[in-house]
């Protein structure tokens, strides 16, 4: 069984996060992402967001988000990048659910 970490993002995500690469790379651990600070959400950001999702997967990780504000929501839905979504928990759902 995984251990379960969460990483709380704090401000902008304009680029990685190395803290967050180096959780992925340890193994053995499912990330959960806390945008309950996160105040803007870069290009830049959500194209890290979707390679560290792609690169999880690879791994046999999980990665969910929690405490997504929604107009964090609407900007990954506005991507529309699916891999975002399922990370939410929001896939084929009308809402949020993070």
């Known amino acids: 069984m995984k251990n379960q ?3 709380k993002i704090e401000g902008t ?5 190395d803290q967050v690469d180096l959780i992925l790379a340890s193994g053995n651990v499912d990330l959960n992402l806390d945008f309950e600070q996160v105040m803007m959400i870069s290009v830049e950001g959500l194209e ?3 390679e560290l999702l792609l690169r999880a997967k690879s ?8 405490n997504v504000r929604p107009e964090q929501y609407k900007v990954f839905k ?3 990048i ?3 979504l399922e990370a939410c928990g929001a896939l084929g759902r009308s809402g949020p659910a993070c």
Do not use: K, M, N, P
């Open 5 to 7: 970490e969460t990483y």
């Open 13 to 17: 995500l304009e680029r990685r996060i």
């Open 48 to 50: 890290w967001l979707e």
């Open 59 to 66: 791994h046999g990780t999980t990665v969910s988000f929690s």
């Open 78 to 80: 506005v991507a529309h």
């Open 82 to 84: 699916d891999s975002l």
